[in-house]
């Protein structure tokens, strides 16, 4: 059986699909009686954004974006390599993240998006690492504070495997 190389188990997947439910009560009581705009970055937040969507009672729709690094290593140089599909002007606007690491991505997507004229722009993510952070990030929403270890699960890949696991898992650094 090919089993993935993993150490151990954060979070199961009845933990992260109950957190996601009160996760989805709390923005549901903060924007009630609006609509929301679920923004994902591809590929990661896909996983949590629709279990997210489908928990929150408030209308919402949906859009993506994607991202890509660039300068060889990971200190936050990102682009837009895929754009959202419609504008999000007058809108209130959820970013939806897999994880926030060291806060570069998100504070690049924040700024961003934040030049558009939403009406409002939070952020909500599945996973926070603060003690990674290099830039502040003003994090809304999130699911669970995690150690600063690599992990894998719920959208979360290495090397683009493992983000179908209902859970999330701390990867095992010898077997990756
Ligand atoms: P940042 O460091 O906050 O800019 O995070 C950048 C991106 O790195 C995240 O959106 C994830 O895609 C990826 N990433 C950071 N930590 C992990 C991890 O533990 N597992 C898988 N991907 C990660």
Redesign the pocket.
Known sequence: MNVPPIERVLFTEEQVSARIKEVAAEIAGRYQGRELKLIG?LK?SVFFLTALARALELPVKIDFLAISSFGGN?A?M?RIAKDLDEPIQDEDVLLV??????????RYLLQTLAGRAPRSIAICTMLD?TV?RMVPVPVEFRCFEIPD????GCG???KQLYRNLGYIAVMNPDRG
């Open positions: 970055v990661g990971s936050g990102v993240e897999d994880i926030v690491d060291t806060g570069l991505t998100t690492r990674r270890r690599f992990v894998v979360l890949d290495y």
